[in-house]
């Protein structure tokens, strides 16, 4: 077995895309968004017998011993893509020399999201429990769990909201607007440029995998939610609103509706995504949606250096 890394192009996308048709966070464009956060998308893969057996995507930040490996960045999970004939001892095989190759290649820092519970910790990594809410939303009858929460989405139907999908020529300074207010509201420095969003906004009209919806009252933006369907899930990855129209109750409407929407396409899951630490008010939020918590590991390793910036 042979582990090496590549840059994205590097692969031919013949070769490359069998393995990845399942998996939107292994896919091209969403590892080249990161380039606009000065990011760079690598495939680290393995080969059996000199064929592409599986494929790890990741995010590199930095150069040098500076160099930190995301698998993948921003509530993003990492994910083994495997060639469909795989047995599991080689699957456990691959997953166990991934991880040896990626410990020993001199990063300062390595985060693996690993949701799919591919690995098992070696090499130096350490692991902590992360979690995120899955809600089964496959039965054509689902409502959210609890009763006043099915009423604000009734209020919201009743108010008329127009729920659209965003479109970066008609919506873009509005959206931009409610990423500055749901920034200084929770007091956190800004995350993305505005040609992060531009190329998002971009891809979503080539990946239907991005699901961004976008809502107005009165011409005045009002709530704003980017959804992303990996495999069996849709994960609602960031949401941005005007507090001083939340008691229209768009931000519900907006997962409610994209939810259905997505069931009706086959998605099985609505996945809430992971809360902040100290966030009481986001993990309530969630558990008015119902469904499980979902508990898988998140892998880290550090070098010297890591460990002392």
């Avoid at 990845?20 to 968004?33: E, H, V």
Wanted: proline share 4%; hydrophobic share 40%; net charge positive.
């Amino acid at each position: 077995m042979e582990i090496r890394r590549f840059l994205l192009s590097e692969i031919p996308t013949d070769q490359i895309e069998p393995l990845i048709t399942d998996s939107f966070f292994a896919s091209p464009g969403f590892l080249n968004l990161w380039r606009l956060r000065g990011g760079v998308g690598v495939w680290w893969t393995a080969w059996m017998d000199k064929v592409l057996a599986a494929v790890l995507p990741g995010v590199e930040f930095g150069k040098g011993p500076l160099r930190r490996l995301y698998s993948t960045p921003n509530g993003c999970y990492g994910r083994l893509c495997f060639v469909p004939d795989i047995g599991e001892h080689d699957r456990k095989r691959i997953a166990s020399e991934i991880m040896k190759a990626i410990a020993g290649s001199g990063y300062m820092k390595v985060f693996i999201s690993d949701f799919y519970k591919c690995f098992e910790v070696s090499g130096g990594f350490r692991s902590e429990q992360c979690e995120t809410r899955l809600v089964d939303i496959s039965e054509p009858s689902w409502r959210p769990a609890q009763k006043k929460l099915r009423q604000n989405i009734s209020r919201a139907e009743r108010e008329g909201i127009v729920l659209e999908r965003f479109d970066g020529k008609k919506h873009f300074a509005g959206f931009l607007k409610l990423v500055r207010l749901s920034e200084q509201r929770i007091g956190v420095r800004k995350k993305y440029s505005p040609e992060f969003f531009r190329a998002l906004e971009e891809l979503s009209w080539r990946d239907d995998r991005i699901r961004w919806v976008y809502s107005e009252h009165e011409e005045m933006p009002m709530a704003s939610s980017i959804f992303l369907v990996e495999g069996d899930s849709l994960l609602h990855w960031h949401v941005y609103f005007d507090e001083s129209l939340a008691h229209l109750q768009a931000t519900k409407y907006i997962i409610f509706t994209t939810a259905q929407q997505s069931a009706a396409d086959g998605v099985r899951y609505l996945n809430m995504g992971a809360s902040p630490e100290n966030a009481e008010g986001v993990h309530m939020f969630k558990e008015k949606w119902g469904g499980k918590l979902f508990r898988y590991n998140c892998h880290f390793k550090k070098s010297w250096l890591g460990r002392m910036v």
